[in-house]
């Protein structure tokens, strides 16, 4: 049995749903793999525009920083825009799963084409962005937002699990898919209550990626240092960065 | 610990090659995953042109069919060129991966641009077909051939070793990659003597296909019954494919 | 005057298709030519999903060696999904047509943009991948399906007639096009029927594969058979395709 | 036996060139159709840039009005950057043909992948532009220009023909290729030569888009009038010009 | 302060649209910015197809000649389909600017997403063109049609700005947009009136072309005379056209 | 004459290059514009990496947040990936110019293809991206490093500048364009000495962006409100970020 360690990072700095997606991770992963869930000691408390990922990589590459000093064998990005997925993968040989791209790769292994469904609608962009760049835009037939902020998903729970659920069967009868891409890691403890209730495959990425780490791990792949994604130059930063100078990784 | 059983279809008829995909699989299988390797009984001895593959699918869709009457979770398909894959698909609601199109997914996962090497440089052409399908085209630079047959992967297996590993240095040096596809599941023993001898992460299908499998079983996830993977309608077949008719998968 | 003979492939068993395949085919071809209508031995009578195109790809190619035992000057498969396209390209010098291709060519002739019409829902993704592989993806609008099954065209011809008129009409209202493509083979007899309930030009994939077929052999243009298209390198095949061991096409 | 009658455009005005081109489509013609071949009075003598193609078309249209005052069944546009193409079409329900999407579309009927071999280097972005507009860009491997203006191949044909084939046997030995696109009108008389010099499928435009006009003609598919291929609404023109105003097509 | 001469080029021949035209050019334009607006004295009084486009392209072409003729240090196209842009570009060194080009660069700097609102639906074929040339597809939500003719902007404009608003309002409803790109150079004095009724950034190509044909002179950069839009290579041209014979522009 | 204020942020903490690109932006900006040049207190020294970007996002961030004090009509991002670009859009209504995007588009109106010359090759994939989600990969031929750090371009001006005129010599020769894109905002003040050496078109884009910003402010067009590019909700942030809380922008 292969032992190994997943560092599981919450981009946001909700330490409820740390929790919550750590256990959701810690239920599906292989019996040697231990969850550590995170999340930054600095960030937005919810991950909702360009400006909350923005600052929000900054978190997560501290934390892969930390996790490098620790025995991690993987990170997860718990965050469905992937936000700094490039830069964490810079910094360690370890692999590096974003949710979104877990989730779609998951996707289109069981079905030919998909949605989406999210939680505002303005985020809906960002996903289009991670589709093109992946290079499954042909394989997402529609983008749809429950139209709920982040954190209710915390606080009122069954109300936006309601309202989840509507647009998922929304997506079954309109968008003609196969499956549904679960857009958002605070979604990670919903998926079998939405899969019941809508009866299609609903994918999810916080559970898809841990099994996508441990398949890396497994096999040996880390995220490669030859060419784009190799350690950063070494360098000076200043001001609140300064501690990031000169690391040689 | 997950209990499962994995069918793994040699797509050719060659048995050498199924033992040996099937051990490569087993050792990288998890403790709860039992591998079944088999090949069909009719079909060709190797599958290196579009003609090989066609006939080829027939017997992959026969073995998914046998492995429906097992307790199979799930199948995978063992040639670079993902033979039959969405017939097979449609046959079961287990998940069905392809040893291409797994490779595929987790060399994006690790670099940003990747190669591929394969066989014989006139199969190249049904890469670029499911590059393009599966949404990877823009994550390959490059398609090279070691131009070496298939079954001498069997029969001469150094110099095979020797002209890949040569290819490898090669895409290495001149593709500005960060990662290398191997393109035939008759590569599945020699990932390891590659990367070694190359020192770039060498990611090859049998063993990508067996995490995806697992990971999927584990996720619940079988393949979409909604939509256009739904099982066939039944109807007649005849001739030699008459004990296909009126099946109700 | 050129005389040729042209080998029509219809993929299905069903004869009575076949017939009418055969037929349409006939009516359209030039004088010199003989249409040559056949159906596999064995195989499904009717083509509605990937399992059945998988299935069908076998007798299309059987069919072509059959071919080239006579003079054959060129082939067409006659059923929308281009079942064995390229496997029976490999097969031969002469040209080999699929209706789904040669209705799209000779759509982007006549029209900027055009929808296809097709029979049943499910077999959309196929077209979508057709599309996708031929560059015709952004010339078609929409794939609409009259949700009737194949062999209805033969049992009950006028109710079929009546639901892709509908959906015909439904197109030219909605879909911002200049034309339509039947999308199947079936559907060769009714062309005319539709184009003047319609008012639209109907491309039908049968009648424009003979003319394609012909333009080729006239260009003295055939498969090329250098690379990636050329002859199967000879192999053993085994189990019921044994006889196709060993050939040197 | 169907009689037609297929206006050829030469859209440059060199007589010579016109006559070659008519020949060499008559040559191809069925025993029924007729090749009616002009050239413009007024344009350039031979079309080697977007301003040479600009100037073309108005010849090009004026020469499709003249068409559509005899009994004409079909045009072909005889220049390598099809110009005028969509104006042309606008003017006429019968089927109108450039010979570049003519060649594209036949070398994609029998081959996988293609090279055309142009004149000069900078045309080539044209041909850029249609293998893009048509969808054809991924069949095409590579542009290469034998660096001959185009009336060289009037007055140096020896020479011109020797750059060409030097260039086509290029392609074949470097583009991993099973066909070439030659990418000039005026090379419509040497296709065999270079064909029988260089040993691949050669695809010329001028032949092949005399058969798909005929065959367009003989399936009774003419331009749509639906929609944006519809009549230029009847209007003023001004200055030389003026002849064109409130025509009712 | 940079002093310029721009030459706005409406390409039809309705002398109070080049009016029109110009004087919302001079308004925005810089303060040493002179605008000379002219039109051709050959052509359609508007352009609503693609045969009033390829006339209208003549007269583009001899303006930028006669431009050239006086100090000329940039040139404006302004009808929304970029008619004979390429073509002019090849006649000078001053930068030419479309005005649909440049409408779709605006846009896509102050939005993720647009839609097109233009005068006739049956011109929104071009725009989808040029969308796919310049690579701005996938920022195009939609493009919609007031379905008003061209001219009806000069003599109903009250009624066809209610029709042009209308429409931007239903654009902004339904279809996930952050901006508008109005479809016709004959809407450059109504931007500011549709962008107060509309709520929505209205970005229109005649003010946009002037600043981004000012922003080149200011920057120095000229339409580059390496490769394919060199100056046309110097050649006869026969009847109406003789004058533009052996030129070395 | 317009009058405004334009923010120049370069996103790297070197006050030598801030200072350079700030004269560069003033040489160049219109008589009525004030260049205000900065730079973040926090941050890498230079931005060579997906690490370095991600880092310097913040800064761009909090820049943007200065400038809204103030009174600035438009932003400029002057590093070539242009780092948290979209998220700097969502902070103000006020343009936000990217210098990547800017030469982008610059090249695209005088070129019909261009090539990028950057500093390191591992930055190559930065400039990939870019191209591809903003539209312009088939207009880019090649993107060549001359293999030079950032800082370089301070500390050892001659040697790098020979360097990359050597780079752009080659791209010349051998990549079949009209344009050279610069891909550093540290050659800011190069680019008339390399387009004397090359003597081809050199795009910088930060001249580029000034003129883009400008002309912009000058259209009234600002960043849109509507949908995606909204000012960000406000919330809570933690830690080092909290002066980010419950910002109402």
Not at 63 to 75: M, Q
Not at 122 to 127: D, F, P, V
Not at 218 to 228: A, N, V, W
Request: net charge negative; glycine share 8%.
């Amino acid at each position: 049995m292969t032992t190994m360690q997943i560092h599981l990072i919450n981009p946001n700095t909700t330490v409820s749903m740390t929790e919550k997606i750590g256990e959701a991770a810690t239920r599906i992963a292989a019996p040697g793999t231990t969850i550590v869930a995170t999340n930054p000691r600095s960030g937005p408390v919810s991950i909702e525009s360009h400006f909350d990922e923005a600052i929000s990589a900054v978190g997560v590459a501290e934390e892969v920083l930390a996790g490098e000093r620790e025995n991690t064998d993987a990170y997860i990005i718990a965050c469905f825009g992937d936000p700094g997925l490039l830069a964490a993968r810079e910094l360690t040989h370890a692999p590096v799963i974003g949710i979104a791209e877990a989730a779609f790769h998951m996707a289109t292994l069981i079905s030919t084409r998909f949605s989406i469904v999210t939680t505002l609608g303005r985020t809906g962009i960002i996903a289009e962005h991670l589709l093109q760049s992946y290079g499954f835009s042909h394989h997402c037939r529609r983008i749809r937002a429950a139209e709920i902020p982040v954190l209710d998903l915390e606080e009122s729970k069954n109300q936006a699990l309601d309202r989840i659920i509507e647009e998922c069967l929304r997506a079954k009868a309109e968008d003609n898919i196969g499956a549904i891409v679960l857009g958002c890691g605070g979604m990670a403890d919903l998926r079998q209550q939405i899969q019941k209730a809508v009866g299609l495959p609903i994918v999810e990425g916080v559970t898809a990626a841990v099994k996508l780490a441990e398949s890396l791990v497994s096999l040996q792949l880390g995220t490669s240092k030859h060419g784009d994604l190799d350690y950063p130059r070494p360098k000076a930063f200043t001001g609140q960065f300064e501690h990031l100078s000169q690391r040689t990784y």
